[in-house]
């Protein structure tokens, strides 16, 4: 049910948003509104307020909205009412009405990213765990434990900074240099060549591929809670026992515990432990459980966690007013400039079509942010909101970006386009949108039977 929603707010905000900036410029260029709708299809529920010459409407199908305005081409239109018809506007005003809906979702985006910034945006402290053998960050010298400070100069405040910073600048290539922080306190000064990165490592996990990955405090191999029933409670674990050996294997991390369980589904382990000032040995055969198309061992046992520890690796990024409006507006900018090029290269088959979601993936991910908290929730409005913008501005008939080429065309050849053109058009954009959302389909469910 949050997760449902969480999509059904989302959709509604950022659809009720981009037909707002269509239905204002339309009502500032003087063009008549017929009727502002909130989904497509059958209209369940509509009225006028007051006086007011616009039909209000919820329709079947919620996945998207329109503004109806009076146009001869959809009917006809009463002579005295003529001066008010979208189509007897002059082409600079129809462009304008077109754009305002998708700009209308960067200022949405503009103006969330400023809410979040100024409240302050969650995150982890940019430190650098162990660094990944024959990468370009060893050739870099990158150490482990080490902050990150900036990047060509521009700060960074957290991981997921860090990761965004990095993915932007992996999509033009070349060296950047980076100033880190070692544990003594030392700076020092780096450059990473991220040309080695294919564009088909962006696929992925990018930053594995440039050896880098998020510091974790030490987990100890000590047993915290038991799932009542299971495997590791019914050999005898409790809690606060610590695993010393496993298989005659020395184990001095959970993830060791974690390794060796995974890897004997079905085959029974013996384990060293100390418990107190006594040390005993029990025999566990983890369960095997099928995960992602693999059978893996587990045992039903969490670690206990020196929760301090971890604790020091959160940070909050949070800005005054003024400098929370310009890190919003470059945070917008940043993501439609990173959106296109991931676009542009999907066209040209660098960069896999999977990575092309749909309203299901939309959906789990507006629930799973909406559980994390209304920061990260917003975060995932603007992120969207930024996303349908684009995606509008695409030179795809059907879309707004598709309704500008014409009106360009328009401009150049001084007449508008024919009819015939535009029937091409609208066949040759409702082809692509059913192909992009049949792919887009296909990814999401295939991420929920694959994982």
């Known amino acids: ?39 497509f299809g059958k209209v369940l529920y509509a009225r006028h307020f007051g006086r007011g010459e616009t039909e209000w409407a919820l329709s079947a199908i919620p996945l998207g909205g329109y503004v109806r305005m009076l146009d001869e081409r959809e009917g006809e239109v009463k002579p005295q009412e003529l001066p008010r018809a979208f189509n ?23 103006v969330l990213y400023w809410a979040l910034f100024m409240h302050g945006v969650p995150g982890l402290k940019p430190v650098l765990g162990p660094i990944l053998p024959d990468t370009p960050a060893i050739e870099a010298q990158l150490q482990p434990q080490e902050t990150i400070v900036s990047i060509n100069g521009q700060a960074i405040p957290s991981w997921q900074e860090l990761r965004w910073t990095l993915l932007n600048l992996a999509l033009q290539g070349g060296d950047i240099n980076v100033e880190g922080r070692l544990a003594d306190g030392r700076s020092r000064q780096h450059v990473l060549d991220l040309s080695r990165l294919a564009p088909s490592d962006l696929d992925g996990d990018f930053m594995r591929k440039l050896g880098l990955q998020l510091y974790q405090p030490l987990v100890r191999p000590v047993i915290g809670k038991l799932s009542d029933g299971d495997v590791a409670q019914r050999a005898g674990l409790q809690a606060g026992d610590v695993v010393k050996r496993i298989d005659g294997r020395d184990i001095a991390r ?34 095997m459980v099928s995960e992602n198309g693999k059978q893996v061992g587990k045992i039903g046992a969490a670690p206990h966690i020196e929760q301090q520890e971890f604790d020091a690796m959160l940070t909050e990024v949070r800005y005054a007013p003024f400098a929370a409006l310009g890190q919003a507006m470059r945070k917008t900018w940043e993501t439609s400039v990173v959106s296109l090029e991931m676009m542009g290269k999907m066209v040209t088959g660098q960069v896999s079509l999977k990575n092309l979601s749909g309203p299901i993936t939309i959906a789990d991910y507006a629930g799973q942010s909406a559980q994390l908290g209304l920061g990260a929730y917003l975060g995932f409005l603007a992120l969207i909101s930024i996303s349908l913008g684009v995606l509008n501005l695409m030179p795809i008939p059907l879309l707004d970006g598709g309704h ?30 059913v192909t992009l959302m049949a792919f887009a389909l296909y990814n999401d469910i295939s991420r929920l039977i694959l994982g």
Request: glycine share 6%; aromatic share 8%.
């Open 1 to 39: 049910m949050t997760t449902l929603l969480a999509f059904a707010v989302a959709i509604a905000v950022l659809v009720v948003f981009h037909e707002l900036g269509h239905y204002w410029i339309a009502r500032l260029c003087d063009v008549k509104v017929l009727r502002f709708s909130v989904g």
């Open 88 to 110: 007897r506007k002059p082409v600079w005003q129809r462009m304008a009405i077109v754009v305002a809906g998708p700009v209308a979702n960067l200022l949405l985006a503009i």
């Open 254 to 287: 959970w993830e060791e515990l974690v390794d060796a369980v995974r890897a004997h589904a079905g085959q029974p382990l013996q384990f060293d432990v100390q418990r107190g000032d006594s040390r005993l040995q029990l025999t566990l055969t983890p369960k």
């Open 404 to 433: 500008l080429l014409y009106y360009t065309a328009e401009l150049v050849k001084g007449s508008p386009v024919s009819e015939r053109a535009w029937e091409v058009g609208q066949n040759i954009g409702i082809a692509l949108l």
